[in-house]
């Protein structure tokens, strides 16, 4: 079985503040095309995507390319988000507004939401003979995936980080259950 993982195409920031709500701008479309493009050739079958508009919108051009393809909007592959830190009342909306203890406790939650996902998907495409599954997502979300097939966890972000640029995309080889990162940050 062969894991794409694909990082959704530039967002256009400008549209508006919220992270998880922002459209694919000009280039950001123009990237999509290329992914859906790129996916055509490796011959996806199963597409998997985050329900944050920008990955929506870079799986509606796989899909449009690929109509055929099966494919699941899953809440479970989002960033990080408020929810995420379980009700603790000083946690802000913005991410980028948390405290180190807020970041710790949202990746510890983030990790179990996304591995379990990861979980279910990979059960439902070995058992309906999927070959070439592309998941799409942000870049926390894939280096979470990346950590998972290196036998790592969400701790590993404090010191690992992967570059994971817009539209880019990260193959993972799985042959008889063992994982073979094959490349990580192909552009688009």
């Not at 796989?62 to 393809?69: E, F, G, M, N, S």
Request: aromatic letters at 6%; proline letters at 4%; charged letters at 25%.
């Amino acid at each position: 079985m062969h894991v794409y993982l694909i990082r959704h195409a530039i967002a256009d920031r400008s549209s508006t503040p919220d992270p998880y709500t922002v459209p694919l701008g000009e280039t950001g479309r123009a990237q999509a095309e290329a992914v859906a493009e790129r996916c055509a050739a490796w011959g996806i079958d199963f597409v998997v995507t985050s329900l944050m508009r920008s990955a929506q919108e870079t799986a509606d051009a796989i899909t449009a390319r690929l109509p055929q393809v099966e494919r699941w909007d899953l809440e479970e592959l989002e960033e990080m988000t408020v929810d995420d830190l379980m009700g603790e009342p000083t946690g802000s909306p913005l991410v980028s507004r948390w405290t180190a203890e807020h970041l710790r406790m949202g990746r510890e939650r983030t990790w179990i939401r996304v591995t379990a996902a990861l979980s279910r998907v990979m059960l439902y495409a070995e058992a309906n003979d999927r070959e070439r599954v592309a998941i799409v997502a942000g870049d926390t979300v894939l280096s979470m995936l990346l950590l998972n097939w290196m036998e790592l966890d969400w701790r590993a972000l404090e010191r690992l980080s992967f570059r994971l640029d817009a539209a880019s995309s990260s193959l993972v080889e799985l042959s008889d259950g063992d994982p073979e990162i094959v490349w990580i940050n192909r552009p688009a």
